[in-house]
C-alpha cells in the first residue's frame, strides 16, 4: 500500500515538471526569448528530453503495473500451492499417527470409503507381495447387489489379474522364499454366475506357484462366507461388496491367525476337490466336472 501511494506521488511529480517545463519553453518561445539566465535556449534538445520523459513514464505506468500484477498473481498462485500442500501433509501426518499409536498396540488398520478403492488397494498389495497370498474367493449364498459400476469391475478384475500373474511369475532366487511361495484361491462357482469358472481356467495359466481348489455349493446347505485376502500371513483385507461400509485392511497377528484357521478349515473341505495344485497341472477331469455341474444351472 504504502509502496503505491509512493509511485503515485512519483507519478504526479514527473507530471507536473514536465508540464511546467513545456509551458515556460511555449511561453519563452512565444515572446521570442533566446537566452535565459545568459544561457542559449536549445529548443529542439530541450523537446527531445521532455518527450523521452514521457515516453519513459508511460512505459513504466503500462509495463510495471503489468508486471506487478503479473508478480502478485504468481505470488497469489504459489501461496495457494503452499497452503494446498501443507493440507495434504498435514493429513499425512494425522493419519501416520494415528497408525504409529495403532501399531504400538499390535494393531494397524486402514479403512476404504469404496468398493473402488479396496479393490485398487487389494491389486497393489497382491502385487508386491512377499511370499503368500491367501484368496478366498467364493461368494455369499445371497444375491449381492454390486454397487460399483460395470466397467470398474471389468477393469479391476484385469487389473487384479495382472497383479495376480506378476506375483506368481516373479523369479525368485532364494530357495527359502521359493520353497514357501505360494498364490491359493478358493472358489465357489455360483449357479447364476459364470464369472468365478472363468477367472479360474485363467488364473491356473498363471504360473507353477499358483494352487486353487473349491469348495462345493450345489445341494448343500446354504451358510454365509466370509470372504477376504490373507497376504504374507500378516494383513487380512476384506474385499466382499457386502461389507459396504467396512471395507478394511488389518495388520494384527491375533486377527490374521483366526482368519488363517478359517482358511484352512475352507481348505481342508476342499481337499479332495483340488483343481491344481502347487508345481503342478490342472485337474481337466475336476474342470469338467465343474463345467457340466455350474456352468449350465
Known amino acids: 500500500m504504502e509502496e503505491d501511494k509512493a509511485n503515485l506521488l512519483f507519478n504526479k511529480i514527473i507530471l507536473i515538471a514536465v508540464a511546467s517545463i513545456s509551458g515556460l ?16 535556449i536549445n529548443y529542439a534538445f530541450i523537446s527531445c528530453v521532455l518527450l523521452c520523459t514521457i515516453v519513459i513514464h508511460l512505459y513504466n505506468l503500462t509495463y510495471g ?22 493440507f495434504e ?9 494415528k497408525r504409529v499409536i495403532e501399531s504400538l498396540s499390535g494393531v494397524e ?15 497393489d498389495r497382491i502385487k508386491n507381495a512377499k511370499f503368500s497370498v491367501l484368496d478366498l474367493n467364493w461368494q455369499d449364498f445371497r444375491n449381492t447387489v454390486v454397487d460399483h459400476q460395470s466397467q470398474h469391475r471389468n477393469e479391476i478384475d484385469d487389473e ?5 500373474k506378476a506375483f506368481c511369475s516373479r523369479k525368485r532366487t532364494d530357495k ?25 481356467k485363467r ?20 451358510f454365509p462366507k ?18 459396504k461400509e467396512n471395507f478394511c485392511s488389518i495388520k494384527d497377528y491375533r486377527i490374521v491367525n483366526i482368519c488363517l484357521n478359517y482358511f484352512m478349515q475352507a481348505r481342508a473341505l476342499s481337499s479332495d476337490k483340488i483343481i491344481k495344485r502347487k508345481n503342478g497341472q490342472v485337474n481337466n477331469d475336476i474342470v469338467k466336472l465343474i463345467e457340466d455341474k455350474y456352468s449350465k444351472g
Open 109 to 123: 488398520k486402514q479403512i476404504f470409503k469404496t468398493i473402488k478403492d479396496v479393490d485398487n488397494y487389494v491389486a
Open 226 to 243: 466370509i470372504q477376504f485376502v490373507i497376504i504374507d500371513e500378516e494383513e487380512v483385507i476384506f474385499v466382499s461388496s457386502e461389507y
Open 203 to 222: 488364473h491356473c495359466t498363471f504360473g507353477d506357484i499358483y494352487t486353487c481348489s473349491y469348495f462345493e455349493t450345489r445341494n448343500t446347505p446354504k
Open 89 to 97: 501433509i498435514e493429513n499425512k501426518i494425522e493419519n501416520s499417527s
Open 160 to 164: 487384479i489379474d495382472e497383479s495376480i
Open 65 to 86: 503495473s503489468y508486471s506487478q500484477k503479473k508478480i502478485e498473481k504468481t505470488i497469489t498462485n504459489n501461496i495457494s500451492i503452499v497452503n494446498q500442500s501443507i
Open 25 to 40: 519553453m511555449i511561453l519563452m518561445g512565444f515572446i521570442g526569448e533566446t537566452t535565459i539566465l545568459g544561457w542559449q
Open 176 to 200: 527359502k522364499i521359493l520353497d514357501k511361495t505360494i498364490y491359493e484361491e478358493i472358489f465357489t462357482f455360483p449357479e447364476t454366475n459364470s464369472l468365478n469358472l472363468i477367472k479360474m
